[in-house]
């Protein structure tokens, strides 16, 4: 076999190749007119190669920023080195439909394209080379495992029965408005509730109603506060509610509504109608207060008198 011989058929071998490989390969003139268009661009767009030889890339492909092209563009010809772009900055180069069976979730093909400067044997850049990869998996992957991710942020975040923040993550929010008033001084009230006698709810009806009861607490303490409130549940049957920038003269409005609309409130549960109350307790942060913890002692104290004095009703810490 002659020389000439090999040489034809390690191009036709070469063409074969780029034709069938799965990545996108565009090459273009310094026009940005298409000079290539291998089989995977023919296949996602339903062009052939001879329908876009010579053809404007932006005249066929709308989808493309021009401006944003051409500027990444340049870059490559001028500095003669690679550039790149991820599907994290742009999702596609090109407008594909996604046709992968196993990301069926995702409407259009996510994209990393890699531009390479192609220069003749004079040193010059001439045509640019976009390769186009398709990493639909990889983005889908990524964006459930980040949502997942979120979803197991607010999960650990989040009492299981009442959907209220759990102890740990309203301590934390209760810190952190302790520190912001010793900066600000503006204030900030405190409410500890505990629902009356929810031992007798248990003993009589069961733990399964005990459970309605605390959920049906939780759904009004949330439909009564406000997107700035932080709710959460202390332990039992036992609840708190942090009212940033609320002196304890607006808490004590706060708490009366919340207190009154339990009272008049039904909980259904089967063929058993069950009402029942909650005492409250109301501290406002100031200056004697030294530590978030006795922030909570003083609120506790407050509770703990709205059980000795009768229950279902609201007491405020002792005045200073």
Same mark, same amino acid.
Request: hydrophobic letters at 40%; glycine letters at 6%; proline letters at 2%.
């Given at each position: 076999m002659s020389l000439?011989?090999?040489?034809?058929? !390690?191009?036709?071998w070469l063409m074969e190749m780029l034709h069938t490989i799965d990545v996108g390969l565009v090459v273009l003139d310094r026009q940005y007119k298409i000079q290539?268009?291998?089989?995977?661009?023919?296949?996602?767009?339903?062009?052939?190669?001879?329908?876009?030889?010579?053809?404007?890339?932006?005249?066929?492909?709308?989808?493309?920023p021009k401006d944003w092209f051409k500027r990444k563009a340049e870059s490559v010809f001028l500095l003669k080195n690679k550039a790149f772009t991820i599907w994290e900055q742009r999702p596609y180069l090109f407008k594909f439909q996604n046709y992968r069976p196993i990301t069926g979730s995702a409407d259009y093909m996510y994209q990393n394209t890699t531009f390479i400067p192609l220069m003749s044997s004079t040193g010059l850049v001439t045509h640019l080379c976009?390769?186009?990869?398709?990493?639909?998996?990889?983005?889908?992957?990524?964006? !459930?495992? !980040?949502?997942l991710n979120g979803e197991l942020g607010v999960l650990s975040q989040t009492d299981g029965l009442?959907?209220?923040?759990?102890?740990?993550?309203?301590?934390?929010?209760?810190?952190?408005?302790?520190?912001?008033?010793?900066r600000s001084q503006s204030p900030s009230s405190l409410v500890i509730l505990d629902i009356d006698h929810f031992k007798n709810v248990n003993d009589t009806y069961g733990h399964t109603v005990g459970?309605?009861?605390?959920?049906?607490?939780?759904g009004l303490i949330r439909l009564h506060g406000r997107e700035t409130d932080i709710s959460g549940r202390y332990g039992g049957e036992e609840f708190v509610v942090l009212l940033a920038d609320t002196?304890?003269?607006?808490?004590?409005?706060?708490?009366?509504?919340?207190?009154?609309e339990v009272a008049q409130s039904i909980v259904k549960h089967n063929d058993i109608d069950l009402t029942y109350t909650i005492s409250l307790g109301i501290a406002e942060i100031n200056p004697s207060i030294k530590t978030y913890e006795?922030?909570?002692?003083?609120?506790?104290?407050?509770?703990?008198?709205?059980? !000795?004095?009768?229950?279902?009703?609201?007491?405020?810490?002792?005045?200073?």
């Amino acid at each position: 076999m002659s020389l000439e011989t090999e040489q034809i058929n !390690e191009l036709h071998w070469l063409m074969e190749m780029l034709h069938t490989i799965d990545v996108g390969l565009v090459v273009l003139d310094r026009q940005y007119k298409i000079q290539i268009w291998n089989g995977f661009m023919e296949n996602h767009s339903g062009l052939l190669p001879r329908e876009v030889k010579d053809k404007e890339l932006f005249s066929l492909f709308d989808e493309i920023p021009k401006d944003w092209f051409k500027r990444k563009a340049e870059s490559v010809f001028l500095l003669k080195n690679k550039a790149f772009t991820i599907w994290e900055q742009r999702p596609y180069l090109f407008k594909f439909q996604n046709y992968r069976p196993i990301t069926g979730s995702a409407d259009y093909m996510y994209q990393n394209t890699t531009f390479i400067p192609l220069m003749s044997s004079t040193g010059l850049v001439t045509h640019l080379c976009l390769l186009i990869y398709d990493v639909t998996d990889n983005a889908i992957n990524k964006q !459930e495992l !980040e949502k997942l991710n979120g979803e197991l942020g607010v999960l650990s975040q989040t009492d299981g029965l009442t959907k209220l923040f759990n102890r740990s993550h309203w301590e934390v929010c209760l810190q952190a408005e302790f520190k912001r008033w010793t900066r600000s001084q503006s204030p900030s009230s405190l409410v500890i509730l505990d629902i009356d006698h929810f031992k007798n709810v248990n003993d009589t009806y069961g733990h399964t109603v005990g459970d309605d009861v605390i959920r049906h607490l939780a759904g009004l303490i949330r439909l009564h506060g406000r997107e700035t409130d932080i709710s959460g549940r202390y332990g039992g049957e036992e609840f708190v509610v942090l009212l940033a920038d609320t002196p304890i003269e607006n808490a004590l409005i706060f708490a009366e509504r919340l207190r009154k609309e339990v009272a008049q409130s039904i909980v259904k549960h089967n063929d058993i109608d069950l009402t029942y109350t909650i005492s409250l307790g109301i501290a406002e942060i100031n200056p004697s207060i030294k530590t978030y913890e006795e922030w909570i002692e003083h609120a506790d104290t407050a509770l703990y008198r709205s059980k !000795e004095t009768g229950r279902n009703k609201v007491s405020l810490q002792a005045k200073i």
